[in-house]
């Protein structure tokens, strides 16, 4: 479980966002430049509100009341980037294992799974220039899931993916959150992926949460299909 009741003044407007969520998939759902990104940041711990509470499951990550604003590194929250954010000079493998803190017979076991269930068991040797956009989404989910986190954070993760492989791994995305059962938290602005990966969809507007998409969506960026999706 995951809860978050936050506000932040931004340079365009204030941020100002509420929502829980139980073991499930929820979209963080707007235009480019609403907030999302911001949102991930500060549950990750990148990036302090001005105020509000952040809580999973008993612990506090950030408090206003009490001060409290944990280290990203206590949190166990992993962050998959937009870009994936994969080290060109390391090889596959050793582009999963970084950051693990502990390497035994449990984290192998942890590894074989996940590498046979992303289907990238081919891949290991593999140098990063020399995989295509479906793979290395693959591995820097792989990686995420590496460190076991509680709360797992995917900033728009099949953006850059041709239309095959965005459908594939949406069914990949939902079958590893019923098997981790942990929070993900998803940031799009692609109707289809919210509606595809979504149990809980949170409309964002220049920073303030919203019952539905505002008409002004409908008009200029994505046509009527949102109101089908959504409404």
């Avoid at 990148?46 to 409290?68: C, Q, R």
Wanted: hydrophobic share 40%; proline share 6%; glycine share 4%.
């Amino acid at each position: 479980m995951l809860t978050v009741d936050i506000k932040k003044k931004l340079s365009n407007f204030n941020l100002n966002i509420s929502f829980t969520i139980p073991n499930k998939t929820l979209v963080l759902f707007g235009p480019s430049g609403c907030g999302k990104t911001t949102i991930l940041r500060c549950i990750a711990g990148l990036l302090k509100p001005d105020e509000g509470t952040i809580v999973s499951n008993e612990t506090i990550f950030y408090s206003s009341k009490t001060a409290t604003d944990l280290p990203a590194r206590t949190r166990n929250v992993s962050y998959m980037f937009q870009d994936f954010a994969l080290f060109p000079h390391m090889n596959v493998k050793h582009n999963i294992w970084y950051g693990v803190k502990t390497h035994n017979q449990q984290a192998n076991e942890l590894y074989e799974k996940l590498i046979i269930l992303l289907k990238i068991e081919h891949l290991p040797h593999r140098t990063i220039k020399d995989l295509s956009g479906g793979e290395k989404q693959r591995i820097a989910m792989v990686r995420a899931l590496m460190a076991e986190p509680k709360i797992l954070l995917l900033d728009e993760p099949l953006s850059a993916l041709d239309s095959q492989s965005r459908y594939e791994l949406q069914d990949e995305l939902k079958h590893l959150q019923t098997i981790w059962n942990i929070p993900f938290i998803l940031v799009t602005h692609s109707p289809e992926e919210a509606q595809a990966l979504g149990d809980k969809v949170v409309f964002i507007d220049q920073g303030q949460q919203v019952a539905e998409p505002p008409p002004s969506w409908n008009i200029n960026i994505y046509g009527k299909k949102i109101r089908r999706f959504f409404l």
